[in-house]
């Protein structure tokens, strides 16, 4: 485990200077972009000194390096103020968001999968699989479009654009908002901010649900053909006492190390329903600085996606080894 | 040809048919030119609501286009991304899985970090920085999914190449003379093609979604190509107006990729042996 940690950082390492080298070499020339248009020759090239555009990419790098060091990921040519504050406003959101929406896959997940292994061996175990790969069709952006479309348009119950009601202010603090709001006791702001984040995060939930329902459905089956099942069936326990406390802790440990893969997917799937529901949190700040060609924003948000699926992944690894004794010196 | 009896893979493949058949007859079966404008009829209902006019079957865009049009041309841009980047991305993942797999070693140590670091990256979010340096194009989709999505096939195909290299029969080539890539080409590949083919096709479901997202964001095909992504930004914008819009190209979508889902499932389970003889078929 600790060495999936020390392994974890050159990766990370690895991830961040090959994106830094990738954006450097493209043909967009940050410097002339962050310059009036009327600038000359000469304060262009005065410009690229300044910024350290000139010096090879690995020198490059480390001086990049040392501002994230500080905080500084170099300053936003779309917007002029430093990726890391644009950064430091979105992440707690995006956060936020994958957070609950895992919540919500995870209790879709398993109560499907236990639902599909509930009717194991009956008529509706055909539907059940089929229902399953369609909802499998279904990607979690098109989720977020349907839901929209349902609850925000057709039969307007909750609100489909942005993270809070107009008018309301939301407290400052750790800048996770639902935290923030129950810390000042603001029981409006956090009932508004749970009614904007109820469809992106249920849009994600339900597309991420159906595999997690189907691994754990096959790895219930395959713990049920264990010795040990029989033994405790033939002791004489209940189905219900079987199922929950004998085959589910430990049909649950496949599920999981599938669950740190999909959460990864997950984090990257906040960007398209951060767009679609107008969401202010990285997903939205990394698709204007792509379409802007904002290269210190690229480069600080790919970073941070990058470093969260990494952490999310070393997560379950931990979970992974706390549940499972099979694998403890 | 126990696949071709499958019932998954039969509904899948009738799915595709029609899509398929949407794609190449898209410039008969189009009433209009998918990008002509008729900035008078906006915004219109399908021909069977109040409203709709007869010469726009299922309505028009924001920009009066006709939705039928753009759809059936869609279709185009949706199996010509599917076909290619799966195509690409499978090879690639293909031969680096055998790579890694068959040698082992430094080889294999080699191409299981890279797809370390890749994996590490959210594809959505890998595929747009990949955009921002290529530019939009159907091609520049194709590459980036491609650049993208190997580490799909590479990752499951190199374990089932290093169970299969490890099997008696695998060493009963070798030691009756055979060379690497007899071994290769005549043991291993046969052995992990019904993966490859499942993959394939999970792989073009995919494509058909990343090609629709790219495009959502307008960094997808070009803006004059009809794509079905663009369709659901279009209509994103005036949901409230005209919500059938947005219905329209997601169905299209959902109907794709459930055909290549379908179909790759009914694949998986028909063409893997070690499942049909565990289910006792």
């Not at chain 1, 996606?305 to 080894?321: E, K």
Request: proline letters at 6%; one cysteine or more.
């Amino acid at each position: 485990m600790i060495r999936r940690l020390i392994v974890s950082v050159p990766i990370l390492a690895l991830v961040s200077f090959l994106l830094f080298a990738a954006l450097r070499v493209l043909p967009i020339d940050v410097a002339a972009m962050s310059l009036p248009p009327t600038a000359t020759l000469v304060e262009v090239e005065a410009k690229r000194h300044d910024l350290g555009l000139d010096r090879p990419i690995p020198a490059q790098f480390l001086i990049w390096l040392d501002g994230v060091r500080h905080g500084a990921f170099g300053q936003s040519v779309a917007m002029r103020r430093d990726a890391g504050s644009l950064l430091a406003q979105g992440l707690p959101t995006t956060i936020e968001l994958a957070l609950c929406a895992m919540a919500v896959a995870t209790m879709l997940g398993l109560g499907g999968g236990l639902l599909l292994f509930a009717v194991r061996g009956t008529w509706l175990e055909g539907l059940g699989d089929l229902i399953s790969t369609l909802l499998m069709s279904v990607p979690d952006f098109m989720w977020a479009l349907l839901l929209l479309l349902v609850f925000g348009v057709l039969v307007p119950v909750l609100p489909f654009v942005g993270r809070l009601d107009p008018g309301l202010v939301r407290p400052g603090g750790t800048g996770f908002l639902l935290l923030d709001a129950m810390l000042a006791g603001r029981m409006d702001v956090l009932w508004s901010a749970l009614r904007h984040m109820a469809l992106p995060a249920l849009a994600l939930g339900m597309g991420f649900a159906p595999p997690i329902a189907r691994v754990l459905r096959s790895s219930l089956l395959d713990v049920y053909h264990d010795d040990y099942m029989r033994q405790a069936r033939l002791r004489g326990l209940g189905e219900t006492r079987l199922l929950l406390r004998h085959a589910l802790p430990n049909a649950v440990l496949p599920t999981l190390a599938l669950m740190g893969v999909q959460f990864g997917f997950l984090f990257g799937g906040t960007l398209l329903v951060e767009v679609i529901y107008g969401y202010p949190g990285i997903g939205n700040l990394m698709v204007d600085a792509v379409r802007n060609a904002d290269l210190p924003v690229i480069q600080a948000v790919g970073m941070s996606y990058c470093a969260v699926v990494i952490g999310i992944s070393l997560a379950t690894d931990a979970l992974h080894h706390l549940l499972d004794p099979r694998g403890r010196p | 040809m126990r696949w071709a009896r499958s019932g998954r893979v039969i509904i899948g493949g009738l799915l595709l048919l029609v899509v398929l058949i949407c794609a190449i007859a898209a410039p008969w079966l189009a009433p209009h030119d998918p990008n002509e404008q008729d900035l008078l009829s906006i915004l219109l209902p399908p021909a069977w609501m109040s409203g709709g006019e007869a010469t726009f079957p299922l309505g028009t865009d924001s920009l009066g286009r006709c939705a039928l049009s753009r759809l059936l041309f869609g279709a185009r841009t949706a199996l010509m991304v599917a076909i290619c980047a799966a195509a690409g991305a499978g090879a690639i993942g293909f031969a680096l899985a055998h790579v890694a797999g068959y040698l082992g070693g430094r080889a294999d140590w080699l191409i299981g970090r890279a797809i370390e670091v890749w994996m590490s990256f959210p594809p959505v979010v890998l595929s747009l920085i990949l955009m921002v340096g290529l530019g939009t194009g159907t091609d520049k989709v194709i590459l980036a999914i491609v650049l993208v999505d190997w580490t799909r096939f590479c990752r499951v195909l190199r374990a089932e190449v290093r169970t299969v290299s490890r099997k008696d029969y695998v060493s009963a080539a070798r030691l009756i003379g055979a060379s690497h890539w007899q071994v290769l080409t005549g043991e291993v590949m046969p052995a992990t093609l019904p993966l490859v083919i499942t993959l394939v096709s999970l792989e073009m479901g995919i494509a058909v979604v990343v090609e629709a997202i790219l495009s959502f964001v307008g960094l997808g095909v070009g803006a004059n190509q009809p794509a079905w992504g663009q369709m659901i930004a279009d209509a994103r914008q005036n949901v409230a107006a005209a919500p059938i819009g947005l219905l329209l190209p997601m169905a299209a979508i959902f109907l794709c990729v459930a055909g290549f889902n379908v179909l790759g499932d009914g694949l998986r389970r028909s063409l893997d042996v070690r499942q049909t003889e565990l289910r006792g078929a």
